[in-house]
């Protein structure tokens, strides 16, 4: 019942049969208990690698085969889209961020040196995720979580460090100099 979809499937992983080869009809998927259910894999690759020319091609022969009255569902990476590093929203989350720590501290200086310090660390982070994801497969979305939390993480700690120290003076705890 199901040779020709396996056929065909093994041609788009570029697979051929014959004497020796692959026996689509028995090797290409896993057959529900009852018959009516097929799952085969067309494309394995690790997470990123799937060129948007291969995602549109899957999407077509799922579409042929639903046009032939099949119930056809992608999964993985083929069935959404990858995640778009735009800068806009953390332009303006920096932006908005320099304001508050402006208006907070009172001096560019010290509203300046948390955001500078943020972009070190999005960018020790980026390196890190990149080199780990060298070695293990990470989700698409882990540079994007990367770039909108560590802005957040030290912003939020510098706040809370200028409290602190505002409050301990204002409790009559001395200034200290460097030794």
């Known amino acids: 019942m199901w040779c020709g979809v396996l056929r065909a499937a093994a041609e788009i992983r570029g697979e051929r049969g014959g004497e020796g080869g692959l026996d689509a009809c028995h090797d290409g998927g896993a057959v529900g208990g009852d018959g009516g259910n ?29 046009a032939a009255g099949l119930i056809v ?26 304001i508050v720590l402006l208006v907070t501290l009172g001096t560019l200086v010290a509203a300046g040196l948390p955001l500078l310090t943020a972009l070190v660390g999005i960018g020790i982070g980026l390196f890190g995720i990149l080199l780990v994801g060298r070695v293990v497969e990470l989700s698409s979305t882990a540079p994007v979580l990367a770039l909108m939390i560590g802005p957040a993480v030290r912003v939020d700690y510098a706040l809370f460090v200028v409290s602190r120290h505002r409050s301990q003076l204002a409790a009559g705890m001395p200034v200290r100099g460097w030794r």
Do not use: F, H, K, Y
């Open 73 to 98: 569902e992608v999964g993985g990476e083929a069935a959404v889209a990858t995640a778009e590093m735009g800068l806009t929203s953390e332009v303006i989350g920096l932006a908005v961020a320099l």
């Open 38 to 66: 097929l799952l085969t894999e067309l494309v394995e690759q690790p997470v990123g690698v799937l060129e948007p020319a291969t995602r549109d091609a899957l999407s077509a022969v799922a579409d042929q085969a639903r």
